[in-house]
């Protein structure tokens, strides 16, 4: 079983940045596709972004697109979100999940515990 632990959450104003990142424990994700999701107060979760193992394919929610960028360090199993011009919009509790490529949470197997993001105007 893998464990996933988000960090780099926080408060920011528009127009800024911060990255995200997932560390994994218990067990390698290098061979797994890994995915960021969001859930803002209210909402469903919905998908952000994804990876598959080797960083070669990526895939983008296109609210995001030309904002943010997935990425990931095999030799430090560590997957990363950066985010960049983010917006009020982009409020929400981030996670990030080990399993799928798709848009689709059910795909994904395991979750973090989410890293909270705050976007103030």
């Known amino acids: 079983q893998v464990q996933l632990v988000e960090s780099g959450g926080g408060l920011v104003q528009a127009g800024g940045s911060l990255r995200l990142s997932c560390t994994a424990s218990?067990?390698?994700?290098?061979?797994?596709?890994m995915g960021w999701f969001r859930q803002a107060p209210g909402k469903e979760r919905v998908f952000v972004a994804s990876?598959?193992?080797?960083?070669?394919?990526?895939y983008y929610a296109d609210s995001v697109k030309g904002r943010f960028t997935i990425s990931r360090d095999n030799a430090k199993n560590t997957v990363y979100l950066q985010m960049n011009s983010l917006e009020p919009e982009d409020t929400a509790v981030y996670y990030c999940?080990?399993?799928?490529?798709?848009?689709?949470?059910?795909?994904?197997?395991?979750w973090g515990q989410g890293t909270q993001v705050t976007v103030s105007s």
């Open positions: 990876i598959n193992w080797n960083g070669a394919n990526t």
């Open positions: 218990r067990r390698t994700i290098s061979s797994y596709a």
């Open positions: 999940a080990s399993g799928g490529l798709s848009s689709n949470a059910k795909v994904y197997d395991y």
